[in-house]
Nanobody, 122 residues
């Protein structure tokens, strides 16, 4: 069982930066690939970034490639999403999720956090 709690969301102007954190409980955190997803009002949840159990392999959506960086610290049971050059279209609720296999679609992720709101003003 893994419980996930996101933090770090907020209101930022376009061009600004935020760092999201996702703290996990449980001793098996390092066994899981981790993903960040987001959902804007009226839209479906979409993939943002993922990282494998070791932190050595990462994957990004085209829309955030070069602006966002996913990382993890297994000693702290935490995964991060550094978001730079934010745009109004990045406004959404951001969720972290855990799955044993990297590259899984959202529907197959085993555990989800409650989400944190990110709002980017123009």
């Amino acid at each position: 069982q893994v419980q996930l709690v996101e933090s770090g969301g907020g209101l930022v102007q376009a061009g600004g930066s935020l760092r999201l954190s996702c703290a996990a409980s449980g001793r098996t955190f390092s066994s899981y690939a981790m993903g960040w997803f987001r959902q804007a009002p009226g839209k479906e949840r979409e993939f943002v970034a993922a990282i494998d159990w070791s932190g050595g392999v990462t994957e990004y959506a085209d829309s955030v490639q070069g602006r966002f960086t996913i990382s993890r610290d297994n000693a702290k049971n935490t995964v991060y999403l550094q978001m730079n050059s934010l745009k109004p279209e990045d406004t959404a609720v951001y969720y972290c999720a855990a799955d044993l296999y990297m590259g899984s679609p959202a529907s197959e992720y085993d555990y989800w956090g409650q989400g944190t709101q990110v709002t980017v003003s123009s």
